[in-house]
């Protein structure tokens, strides 16, 4: 495609290349955001004192609209705006921070001219408990509002029509979180392409000046890690530096760890990173974060659970659990338990149904699992589709087979699926819950699974498993890819 083509291209379609439009959304929704929140604890101290009466009315809480700039400047030094690329767990860590320092600075200040705890303070309190879900959820919608509108989106430039800038593309097509859409591709490879994905390839990168000038575009993305040392520096020096901003692809792109950090030895750059789980530290964080939550859980459903029981029990002939041999940490076997699903005999019907049907059996092969299974019975189906079947894991969590979040425990069938990667994925407790579960379920293939297991082993933090835990509770409402 020639400069011409692409100029009649763009401009059909794009007329936006800042990123205020994105941040002023966000900045929209975290206000509003907030005084949901703090409705929100005005509105639970008001039941409460509507039982034993009190003195707060619940509509007072639109009066203190005049604490949101303290909120606004708090979360602007925090860095949430313009709020793209910024990685989930990153984002939920600086709202929770955020609105702590907030909701703290305001009882702060309340209990400092009072002198008093009284309802308000005690409303504040339970607005900042429950700020960081609200703020998220807000930021959720508008992340899709945004991305359905297609008035969020920030034009970006990828350099290569490789495999890398492919990926990369597909990427942000495919992640309404990224905020960026690729506009089109520079590769000085003449490969005979004018289209990859729909986005205008031009092969020639000595143009981006020209880009930059007639279209302002000011973010370029570099994704060709098979150029060598001389060739790189040569087309950032003479091509790249003609946007405002540019971010680099390096060669070792799938070492995906957001907590990477810039080391200097002497002029000689170095990206430092570590192996969260190696440190005793950090298994001791989350073993006492998997105990906190199961024995605190645990007592909250315990009445649904043996409702649960009940039903398997008069529905379905046969035992309410039933334990099925997995493997684990470092490929250790282990038993898991699930509340049984199938019917007594689904062994055998396994057996006769893969030899009959070569598509279910290609399926099963695949994936380990049939959408259309018929051997699941009818209280099976819906908590297959909620997945409360998994509940009764809480039992290997307890013993300490099992974490909270984790990879998903595997059969020996599925090792070969893992490759190499399965010493490297395993090195830590197989998960009730996971990153691939909120991510996909199961509609993610393997190649898929090892991604999201891999970046969640690099990327470890306290924050990434909340997000986790939080993103499951949607994934369940939802339903989506349990069968």
């Known amino acids: 495609m020639t400069l011409s083509d692409f100029d009649i291209w763009y401009r059909t379609r794009y007329r936006r290349t800042s990123s205020a439009l994105t941040a002023s959304a966000f900045i929209i929704s975290d206000m509003l955001g907030v005084m949901l929140s703090i409705g929100w604890g005005f509105f639970w101290v008001r039941i409460y004192y509507f039982i034993f009466p009190g ?31 910024l990685a989930p767990a990153e984002e939920m860590k600086r709202l929770c921070i955020g609105s702590i320092f907030a909701y703290g600075g305001i009882i702060m200040s309340r209990l400092i001219e009072k002198n008093v705890w009284d309802a308000i303070n005690t409303a ?44 990369v593309a597909e990427c942000l097509l495919n992640n309404i979180r990224t905020g960026y859409i690729p506009v089109l591709f520079l590769d000085d490879n003449n490969s005979g ?100 939550f199961v024995l605190i859980g645990g007592i909250i459903i315990l009445p649904f659970l043996l409702l649960i029981a009940l039903l398997i029990k008069i529905t379905s002939p046969g035992p309410v659990m039933y334990k099925h041999k997995r493997l684990g940490l470092n490929g250790k076997p282990f038993y898991t338990y699930k509340f049984r699903t199938m019917k007594k005999d689904a062994e055998q019907q396994l057996e006769r149904i893969l030899e009959s049907d070569p598509v279910i059996r290609e399926e099963w092969e695949k994936n380990r699992k049939i959408k259309n299974d018929p051997r699941i019975t009818v209280v099976g189906k819906i908590l297959r589709r909620i997945s409360f079947d998994e509940f009764p894991q809480l039992i290997n969590i307890i013993k300490g087979e099992m974490s909270l979040v984790g990879p998903r425990p595997v059969v020996n069938d599925e090792i070969e699926k893992y490759g190499d990667d399965f010493d490297r994925v395993f090195s830590i407790k197989p998960g009730l819950t996971g990153l691939w579960q909120v991510s996909g379920r199961s509609d993610t293939n393997y190649r898929d699974r090892i991604s999201y297991d891999t970046y969640y082993l690099q990327s470890w933090s306290v924050w990434l498993d909340l997000w986790i835990i939080l993103k499951t509770f949607g994934s369940i409402i939802i339903g989506k890819g349990a069968y």
Do not use: Q
């Open 124 to 167: 504040f309190l339970i607005s900042c408990f429950f700020s960081t879900v609200i703020l998220l959820g807000a930021r959720s919608i508008t992340h899709l509002f945004l991305h359905k509108t297609k008035l969020g989106g920030i034009p970006a430039v990828i350099y290569g029509t490789g495999s890398t800038g492919r990926y």
């Open 55 to 85: 003195h707060i009315n619940f509509k007072s809480f639109v009066t203190y609209w005049p604490y949101l700039p303290g909120f606004l400047l708090i979360f602007i030094i925090s860095n949430l705006y313009p709020g793209v690329s």
């Open 193 to 292: 392409e004018d289209e990859i994905f729909n986005i205008p390839v031009i092969h020639d990168t000595s143009i981006s000046h020209e880009i930059v000038k007639r279209y302002n575009i000011k973010m370029a993305i570099v994704a060709m890690p098979e150029l060598d040392a001389g060739n790189l520096k040569n087309l950032l020096n003479k091509s790249v530096s003609a946007f405002r901003y540019n971010v680099l692809i390096p060669n070792f792109f799938n070492i995906s760890n957001i907590w990477m950090s810039v080391r200097d030895f002497s002029g000689i750059l170095g990206i430092e990173t570590s192996h969260k789980f190696k440190l005793n530290f950090n298994r001791g964080i989350k073993r006492t974060m998997d105990i906190l």
